[in-house]
């Protein structure tokens, strides 16, 4: 394939398109220092974009769940992100016009961070070729691609540039790794979800069942799971097998998720804080308590949470009960000392449900005792409780 970096190409046909063909195509590309988008189309209509400049690649895009992907990615590489960063500011609206092949809003929100100082350099980069090497294993794991250049329709910011044979050579890695786990029939964006619930309870122990039961809702692809239970999506996907071979488990289909929406006025209300070590929980309660108008604070660091409680001064508590270095009744019992905190409802929430822990969380001066995951119903009606209690709903 030869290519001037001005003139359109016509599309080729490539069957396989495996990490030596791929580095084939890149290097044909960087030759004459090429700018603009490589268009990939699988065989079933998916597409994906790369953005290239000299030759170099930018970022990529599209695939079957684009915007899973940049939530992960976000999730995994800035944990300590709050989600009224995940909103498209103003100044990003429309960025998503696929007329405006200049413009890319996962892209261009990345370098909107960096230059607030809301994440660093090497963090954006880092989810950059992460979110490049993803795209380049879903489309090694189609049969045949339909390849089209589109000269001059690059990003208009430039946040890095990195080499086509870096991400080929981790692509390929976990492509071979894919495949030696006889997994290659499996697609990572597929969703578990229980199939035989009954047949699953007699098969397994309580614990396992629901803790099957719970995260296999056919809500959240395999990926998706891998990030929650901090694994890798190879390793996820292999311990699912063998539910799935005897028919207790079924992979399905799901749609995306909806893009960022516009920025919102910022809410007013009570100041809900959330103690949690997993930076994915507080997403979740950061969400439910949004969207209900109350303001939100998340302590990923358990160390640190009465030191930020003290300065920010939250109008009602949850605190995960185990926590590295620390656990729930440590903090609860260290605000309930303060007394602007003698009256704050602090509601400790585990995955236990055990009589001793309930009497443990009265005695240390909790609020309340709940067990996850919590309902977003029940996340609301609680607060709504203890802040009518207190005055503040």
Not at 95 to 115: A, K, N, P
Not at 342 to 366: H, Q, R, S
Request: hydrophobic share 40%; charged share 25%.
């Amino acid at each position: 394939m030869t290519t001037d970096r001005n003139t359109p190409q016509d599309p080729i046909k490539i069957r396989e398109f495996n990490a030596s063909k791929q580095s084939r195509l890149f290097q044909t590309l960087k030759q004459p220092q090429f700018s603009g988008q490589l268009q990939i189309t699988s065989s079933t209509g998916v597409k994906w974009s790369f953005y290239l400049h000299m030759g170099d690649i930018l970022y990529a895009v599209g695939g079957t769940h684009p915007v899973r992907r940049w939530r992960r990615n976000v999730i995994t590489h800035f944990p300590g992100i709050t989600s009224s960063l995940l909103k498209l500011p103003p100044e990003l609206a429309g960025s998503d016009d696929e007329e405006d092949s200049s413009r890319c809003w996962e892209y261009e929100l990345l370098c909107l961070w960096v230059e607030q100082g809301q994440i660093t350099y090497d963090q954006a980069v880092a989810m950059v070729k992460d979110t490049i090497v993803e795209v380049l294993f879903d489309v090694t794991q189609t049969m045949q691609v339909v390849c089209e250049l589109k000269p001059g329709q690059s990003l208009s910011r430039k946040l890095a540039l990195v080499e086509a044979e870096e991400i080929i050579g981790k692509s390929k890695e976990l492509w071979e790794g894919w495949q030696n786990a006889r997994i290659a029939d499996r697609y990572p964006d597929s969703a578990p979800v229980v199939k035989q619930p009954e047949q699953m309870q007699k098969n397994t122990s309580p614990q396992v069942y629901q803790t099957l039961r719970e995260l296999l809702d056919g809500q959240h692809t395999l990926r998706d799971l891998a990030v929650q239970m901090e694994k890798s999506v190879m390793e996820l996907t292999h311990s699912m097998v063998p539910y799935i071979q005897v028919g207790l488990v079924e992979l399905v289909d799901i749609e995306d998720l909806p893009p960022p929406e516009l920025e919102e006025v910022v809410a007013t209300g009570p100041l809900i804080a959330s103690v949690d070590d997993s930076p994915l929980i507080c997403h979740v309660m950061e969400d439910i308590v949004s969207k209900a108008g109350y303001r939100f604070m998340a302590v990923n660091e358990p160390l640190k949470a009465v030191e930020n409680i003290l300065n920010q001064k939250p109008d009602f508590i949850f605190l995960d009960l185990e926590m590295p270095h620390t656990n729930g009744y440590e903090v609860c019992t260290q605000l309930r000392k303060v007394p602007y905190f003698k009256n704050t409802p602090i509601v400790i929430l585990t995955g236990n449900d055990g009589f001793v822990d309930k009497i443990k969380a009265k005695m240390c001066g909790a609020t309340e005792f709940l067990n996850k995951p919590v309902a977003a119903d029940v996340v609301l009606r609680t607060i709504r409780k203890y802040l009518e209690q207190i005055g503040l709903n």
